[in-house]
């Protein structure tokens, strides 16, 4: 942590104990760049925590959590990257060899730097362009001290909103962050999206190059196209609303059609070739349900989206979500369903906002709101922990993609197996009738 960050933290510390922003001399924007600082010296659990900060929508006014998206995105861009020579250090503990001997050709400049690895371009020697992804040495060991270090933030994001609950964002960055150290077991599912996604007409997975995959180094196809951050910018309505419904497909496709799913909806995961396609990339965050876990969670989708609270209760206890001595209102917990289902609840169209979002956050962490008290009351299995991420990450995304669609048709003919509700819909139908796949 840089000495000006330090003192930064220090007099917010002390801001936060008198209940007064104002009185510390720092500003909001100040308050915003003293995280940055603070997070981007980091890698692994303490950098992760930041990024998901910098797309999560909190339940704070538009202008307010512009100003810290618009400081905290450079922590998608500006992880700290190791230097070449520790790189290679790496590479000749997994191979046996430096990289220029183990690939034809080998870029030590990485084009993309994460908080768990960073990213090289290379050659195979069959002449395959390759994305090498390469693990920050020294980032598993690092985890422990990093976990200790988020706590750190809980002072700032209270400040960001007195009534605001940050325990549940920091807890989910602590369970995902173990799993996302082992490169081979991301191979291993980045390859099961890859097999079922091959020749699909919408969704791209590169293809893993398992015979060069170690326990720090992930190999695959490199592939090329604009970021999320750019299309978002600068892309005209009907193409944010296609690439938008191509997301939703995939997150909600994968988990009813084949039961795995990619917990980690995040910007810098979608690439945008410009053919009308999306890359999906990164599947260090996934999980595969057994048909009985995908069958309950259905019958809870789909009672919130008959708004049917009876039949949610009860597929709400089969689930293991509602303990049978609840006691609470249960129309509260009816209603929070009803919110975080609406753009799914209904067969109109609905367009994904910031301020959706922010509803989303608020009712969720600011116990104000009247939900949060109640959703104390229940349970959360393990096998369902990682459907979270959909809660904020993906609701927080396609915000910033502002697409339109009737996301409940879309959602029902995934579910269902029911007939294309889209255009997309349709392209899709000989692929999965097809498909091998299909579970």
């Not at 001595?325 to 753009?343: E, I, K, Q, S, T």
């Not at 959703?375 to 922990?385: E, H």
């Amino acid at each position: 942590m840089s000495a000006s960050a330090g003192k930064g933290l220090l007099a917010v510390r002390r801001a936060q104990r008198r209940g007064d922003v104002d009185a510390a001399g720092v500003s909001h924007d100040e308050i915003a760049q003293i995280v940055l600082e603070t997070l981007g010296s980091m890698k692994g659990a303490a950098m992760k925590a930041g990024q998901l900060l910098s797309y999560i929508d909190l339940p704070m006014d538009e202008q307010m959590s512009q100003r810290y998206h618009g400081v905290l995105a450079q922590l998608q861009d500006s992880a700290v990257q190791s230097d070449p020579d520790t790189i290679a250090e790496v590479l000749r503990a997994e191979y046996g060899a430096p990289p220029e001997q183990v690939f034809t050709e080998w870029d030590p400049k990485p084009f993309a730097v994460a908080s768990i690895g960073q990213v090289h371009r290379a050659r195979l020697s069959d002449g395959s362009p390759v994305a090498v992804k390469v693990q920050h040495p020294g980032v598993a060991e690092s985890t422990l001290a990093d976990l200790a270090n988020l706590e750190l933030l809980i002072p700032l994001v209270r400040l960001l909103n007195r009534r605001l609950e940050p325990a549940p964002l920091l807890d989910e960055v602590r369970a995902r962050l173990d799993e996302e150290l082992d490169y081979q077991t991301e191979a291993r599912y980045h390859q099961a999206f890859a097999e079922r996604y091959a020749g699909h007409p919408f969704v791209r997975v590169p293809r893993v190059h398992h015979e060069w995959c170690r326990p720090r180094v992930l190999v695959t196809d490199y592939v090329d196209g604009r970021s999320f951050s750019e299309v978002a910018a600068d892309a005209d309505p009907a193409t944010r609303d296609r690439y938008g419904e191509i997301i939703f497909r995939f997150v909600f496709g994968s988990l009813y059609r084949f039961r795995v799913f990619n917990a980690d909806p995040h910007p810098g995961n979608y690439l945008f070739p410009g053919d009308g396609t999306v890359v999906f990339i990164d599947f260090g965050s996934c999980k595969a349900f057994s048909t009985t876990d995908r069958e309950r969670l259905h019958a809870v989708h789909a009672a919130v989206r008959n708004d049917d609270g009876e039949r949610l209760r009860t597929a709400m206890r089969d689930a293991g979500l509602l303990a049978d001595g609840f006691d609470g209102d249960f129309d509260v917990v009816r209603r929070w369903f009803r919110l975080m289902h609406r753009p799914m609840a209904t067969d109109q169209p609905f367009t994904y906002t910031g301020g959706y979002a922010r509803e989303v956050a608020g009712a969720s962490m600011d116990p104000e709101q009247g939900y949060v008290e109640t959703l104390r009351q229940l349970q959360m299995p393990a096998s369902y922990l990682m459907l979270n991420r959909i809660q904020f990450g993906l609701t927080s995304l396609l915000a910033r993609m502002e697409p339109t669609a009737c996301w409940g048709d879309i959602l029902y003919e995934l579910s269902e197996h029911a007939e294309p509700a889209t255009d997309l819909g349709r392209r899709e139908q000989a692929f999965m009738a097809a498909s091998p796949h299909r579970a």
